[in-house]
């Protein structure tokens, strides 16, 4: 008889330095809730999983080297209990407004300390054919945790708030966008690139004409201005020559198939000749019960109909 543990999941985490590159961050609530272990995410494996409605606060970031661990009871619609998502270290960073006198940071200055004091980079990535600006301390771990098949680096700021004041400059001068939703990456996995990477690298020179009419002095970059083709970090997904069904996992409360390959958070299995796409964003918090065995196939319908 096959024994199922109750695994919390955490988070979903990206390493472009450690293969498979992405995994699953995850604790056994029932025997040892204060460790958190690794599961990586290999294509070509087997993945059948059981999502169970009971979800738990994944607690929060204390600082970039520690975590507070939480076993608070949440609704679904959130991650966090409210003391969690209040002391959560990463949050600023997340929703950083750099015009305010020290961003959104206020109740967090080790936070604030940090952003202050490191640089940033301000980067642009290609998703099929979306474009967006966006800044990070890491831009690769970024890129690759945000699914873009290219991305380039346009600028090294001296810290994390002048990255911001130039994402929003660019953003605002150039009409670029500063997000690309979930649905609009699952919809085009198998987006030819030849039709857009025109267009993205008349982005980029665009943004450097911006750039030099301004007084921002860039730091020195490795990834400056070197254009990186993310392709390799996704297992089989870059060769999907059609777009897979999408699994809305948080109805059929399972995944289940032969690993493709990972996107970002989108993860892609395979049951035969047909591919599924499921949002690995949806049950981060859920208690899954993996099984060796295969799962039956819900019910599933066409992506198209999600995202009408």
Not at 16 to 34: A, I, W
Not at 86 to 114: R, T
Not at 234 to 241: E, K, M, R, T
């Amino acid at each position: 008889m096959e024994i199922i543990l109750r695994e919390h999941l955490i988070a979903v985490k990206w390493d472009p330095n450690t293969r498979p590159y992405s995994f699953l961050f995850l604790r056994n609530v029932d025997e040892d809730p204060q460790t958190v272990y690794k599961k990586p995410i290999i294509p070509n494996h087997e993945f059948n999983v059981e999502v169970s409605k009971e979800r738990i606060c994944i607690g929060h970031s204390i600082n970039k080297q520690e975590y507070y661990l939480c076993s608070n009871i949440v609704d679904n619609q959130y991650v966090r209990c409210y003391n969690c998502e209040q002391a959560d270290f990463e949050k600023c960073f997340l929703f950083c407004d750099a015009s305010k006198p020290f961003g959104n940071c206020s109740q967090n200055p080790d936070a604030y300390e940090y952003c202050k004091t490191h640089p940033c980079s301000v980067y642009l990535a290609l998703i099929a054919n979306n474009v967006k600006v966006g800044v990070s301390f890491n831009p690769l771990k970024r890129w690759v945790n945000q699914g873009a098949d290219k991305a380039i680096e346009i600028f090294r700021a001296k810290n994390g708030f002048e990255a911001r004041e130039l994402e929003k400059m660019i953003s605002s001068t150039l009409n670029i966008s500063q997000t690309i939703r979930k649905k609009q990456k699952a919809k085009k996995l198998n987006y030819d690139l030849t039709r857009s990477l025109p267009k993205f690298r008349e982005t980029i020179e665009q943004v450097k004409k911006l750039l030099e009419k301004t007084d921002y002095e860039s730091n020195e970059s490795y990834l400056l201005f070197d254009e990186t083709d993310l392709s390799s970090f996704y297992g089989n997904v870059p060769l999907l020559s059609v777009n897979p069904i999408f699994n809305e996992v948080e109805k059929t409360m399972q995944i289940v198939g032969e690993i493709v390959g990972i996107k970002g958070k989108l993860l892609v299995t395979k049951i035969n000749n047909s591919y599924y796409v499921t949002n690995l964003n949806k049950i981060i918090g859920n208690i899954l019960l993996f099984s060796s065995k295969p799962l039956k196939l819900k019910g599933q319908k066409s992506l198209s109909d999600f995202l009408k």
